[in-house]
């Protein structure tokens, strides 16, 4: 698989830049893919390639930010000094993040970061026992894990609904008095601490399956969201919301230690009961079967059938929904995390 880490340059490349910009005009308006015709602009022949390659397409036909592509045989990498050295931009980078990488596959450089893609192997999948369902919430805790093989429930991310009002309500107010340096200086904040929630929230999900050998089952988004069903502010606060985010997270971080994820299609999770399979009444945290009596927190109800595919299966194990840790993990991520992968392996 392929990871992406940012690292800060510290080099004024606005020059190299403007003229990267050229070429890609230029080949936007003659999709041309030979060096030959912008070696006039004056920039590196290896990065103007790279540049043509992509702008040349037809599919493409607005130049956006351009950035300085530098392609894997351009790039030299010394693993025992963390160096990687791109020599025809007479750049050099310390790196910090993982050393286990195969190979550099690109450098993107833009006015700031460096964008290192390398290729990790992925480890092979672990042995599973069974699954963990991840229900994920616009309200109180973000996501709700359970553990249909040990009947354990956790409870992530209560910070995030009191983050996601707050942040509502600032966005509000500067708008409502033109403050857009303000704006978006609020949003910028907002969009780095939710990615810190996400990063802690899938890093636990993957830690989870993994200490209790099962794979992630989680429900498909799209098919969230599709759903017309909701209020207005649960839809609100669903497409504001990382859900997609948090899934690209959790979904890199799971490959990367061999778990599994399945994804499925939400159906009746919140309605129906996970003990006995048969549709319950729900109000608002709240989840009682008229069935069989089992009573439940709605959100860990709802985990189990996930856990279970869609209720088909049935819960056998007696259990307190409610002994599950409600902590979410301390550790501080790493300076440079990994972006999401701008390319499939
Ligand atoms: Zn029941």
Redesign the pocket.
């Known amino acids: 698989m392929i990871l992406t880490f940012r690292i800060k340059h510290g080099t004024d490349f606005s020059k190299e830049l403007a003229l990267a910009r050229k070429v890609a005009e230029i080949a936007i308006v003659t999709r041309s893919r030979s060096t030959a015709d912008v070696r006039h602009i004056g920039l590196k022949s290896a990065i103007s390639n790279q540049i043509l390659r992509k702008y040349s397409r037809k599919s493409i036909m607005k130049v956006k930010s351009v950035p300085l592509t530098v392609p894997g045989q351009s790039i030299k990498v010394n693993k025992e000094s963390r160096c990687i050295v791109i020599p025809c931009l007479g750049l050099s980078l310390n790196y910090e993040f993982r050393n286990d990488f195969g190979k550099v596959n690109q450098i993107e450089i833009d006015s700031e970061y460096a964008c290192v893609s390398v290729s990790i192997a992925e480890p092979p999948q672990i042995n599973v026992w069974g699954a963990i369902g991840v229900d994920r919430n616009t309200t109180k805790h973000c996501v709700v894990i359970a553990c249909p093989r040990t009947g354990k429930v956790w409870k992530l991310g209560k910070s995030a609904e009191h983050i996601h009002k707050k942040y509502s309500r600032l966005r509000r107010r500067y708008q409502r008095l033109r403050k857009y340096k303000k704006l978006k200086q609020v949003s910028r904040r907002e969009r780095d601490i939710v990615k810190n929630i996400d990063h802690r929230i899938s890093k636990k999900i993957v830690e989870i399956a993994k200490e209790n050998s099962c794979m992630i089952r989680m429900e498909n988004l799209t098919g969230i969201r599709k759903n017309k069903g909701h209020s207005r502010s649960f839809r609100y606060s669903l497409n504001s919301w990382s859900f997609y985010q948090q899934q690209t997270f959790a979904d890199y971080k799971a490959r990367l230690q061999g778990v599994q994820v399945s994804y499925d299609e939400p159906a009746l999770t919140s309605q129906l009961?996970s003990?006995?399979g048969?549709i319950?009444i729900r109000s608002g945290k709240e989840f009682k079967?008229p069935?069989?009596g089992?009573v439940d927190h709605a959100d860990s109800n709802a985990s189990f059938n996930i856990a279970l595919c869609r209720g088909a299966g049935r819960l056998h194990a007696d259990r307190d929904a409610c002994n599950g840790s409600t902590d979410t993990p301390r550790e501080a991520i790493a300076r440079m995390t990994p972006t999401s992968e701008p390319h499939a392996p």
């Open positions: 009961c003990r006995c048969l319950g079967c069935s069989c089992h």
